[in-house]
């Protein structure tokens, strides 16, 4: 591990893996194979509470549920944010304390709730969010009365792609501008600690501005609410901050992103001071963000090997044994990936390629017409920025079993996850 306060630089590039090492990990554990560097993962969590001293930083855990993950995340004194039930049980897995752990319920199954519960009253500091009325009265019939998050709408939304916009989606959370009298109501009953909305994934320079109106209206929402019950514990503005897919893509300005929400928050304050333990001077509740792909999207790579290579009419078709149930996002967001070739010597010409998966689907792409170079079969490509939903979103569609994963710590190698056997596809069958 590298030593705690090294935040490391602001973005790791593809190009700065080591490809003899990732070669070697690909012959020793084959294709194909996600790649985590633990290290990494801790550097992303320092910078991110170095631009944000006086926030709560909670690990969107969907983002990569791997226990080395959560370990080094909670490691790292960052929170953790659970979509699910199952993210809530591997987050107590790894220790973290109830009260690190906050559940955000949406359009919650009864089993979740009924799991949710049972651990709240074991560790009752555990945090539920909602995001509709009757979740509350879902929540109070299972006897809960324990601490009550409102999840908020706040009607701006942002995104890098409109299937990750969440803060205009009706099915998240209640209309900002219901939120006030229900959570006054909520508060004689529960323990009212905060307020959340979300915005979306993919907060970039660009995308600043929505994240200001979100910011602001949160800001307003919890003066209001805190004019009628006193102060809350937090204001929480969700996550969302980019990563640069793009290899010439700037990486985000955390202190930008930071200066802004504090702003935005009303929290100006000219001292900046690092150790202000609250969000604003008339804000009672401190402010909490909820970062999941920033955590762990650069701490990841994919490696996957040639396996055909056909000469189209168009473009070179690179057949790899990694597809869209490796890596969905390309077909699912039309997400970009850097592709780089890690067999082929340095002075190898580059060729116009589309590097296609194993899948009976056209969408099974990793991505079209891009500049590699020339593969040939037994080749080991690595895919980079792969560490955020990526082994996540994997399935086994087409009978194809999830892939391996290694989990890099300083100079140890560590099998996180086994390869998915064919007898594991149909070990469930009755
Ligand atoms: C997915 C999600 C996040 C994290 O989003 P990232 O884009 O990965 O930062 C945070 N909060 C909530 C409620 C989410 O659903």
Redesign the pocket.
């Known amino acids: 591990m590298s030593e705690v306060g090294d935040g490391g630089p602001a973005v790791r590039r593809l190009a700065e893996w080591d490809e003899e090492d990732l070669v070697a990990l690909a012959e020793e554990y084959e294709t194909p194979l996600y790649v985590v560097d633990l290290d990494r993962v801790e550097e992303n969590c320092v910078r991110l509470r170095e631009a944000f001293p006086d926030a709560d930083v909670r690990y969107?855990a969907?983002?990569h549920t791997g226990r080395d993950v959560l370990r080094t995340v909670r490691e790292a004194g960052l929170g953790v944010?659970c979509?699910s039930a199952g993210e809530v049980e591997r987050a107590l897995a790894v220790g973290f304390p109830g009260d690190r752990v906050q559940y955000?319920a949406v359009n919650p199954p009864a089993r979740d709730l009924d799991l949710v519960v049972e651990r709240w009253r074991e560790h009752p500091g555990l945090t539920v969010t909602v995001g509709a009325e009757d979740t509350v009265d879902r929540l109070r019939e299972r006897g809960f009365d324990g601490r009550l998050c409102v999840r908020a709408n706040p009607g701006v939304g942002a995104g890098h792609h409109e299937k990750?916009s969440?803060g205009a989606n009706a099915k998240f959370g209640i209309p900002i501008e219901r939120v006030a009298d229900l959570a006054t109501r909520w508060a004689d009953e529960f323990d009212l600690v905060g307020v959340h909305a979300?915005a979306g994934?993919?907060i970039s320079g660009e995308d600043l501005s929505a994240h200001r109106e979100l910011v602001n209206r949160m800001g307003d929402l919890t003066r209001e609410i805190e004019s009628r019950v006193g102060p809350l514990e937090f204001v929480d503005v969700?996550?969302?901050?980019g990563v640069p897919y793009r290899e010439d893509e700037p990486p985000l300005d955390l202190q930008a992103v930071a200066e802004a929400t504090r702003e935005a928050l009303g929290a100006v304050d000219e001292r900046g001071s690092a150790d202000r333990r609250t969000a604003s001077d008339d804000i009672g509740a401190t402010l909490a963000i909820?970062?999941?792909?920033?955590v762990v999207a650069d701490a990841g790579v994919l490696l996957t090997t040639v396996n055909t290579v056909k000469e189209a009419r168009d473009a070179t078709v690179v057949g790899v044994d990694a597809g869209m149930t490796t890596l969905l996002r390309p077909a699912m967001y039309d997400a970009y990936h850097a592709i780089a070739n890690l067999s082929a010597a340095a002075d190898t010409e580059e060729i116009d390629a589309t590097v296609a998966g194993p899948i009976c689907e056209s969408a099974d792409v990793l991505c079209e017409h891009r500049p590699l170079s020339r593969p040939e079969r037994g080749d080991v490509l690595a895919v980079g920025n792969a560490g955020?939903y990526g082994y996540e979103m994997s399935s086994t569609y087409n009978s194809r079993p999830r892939p391996a994963e290694v989990a890099l710590a300083g100079t140890t190698v560590r099998l996180a996850r086994r390869r998915e056997s064919l007898t594991d596809l149909t070990s469930l069958e009755q």
């Open positions: 969107a969907k983002a944010e979509a955000t990750v969440t979300h994934s993919g969700g996550g969302g901050f909820e970062p999941g792909r920033y955020a």
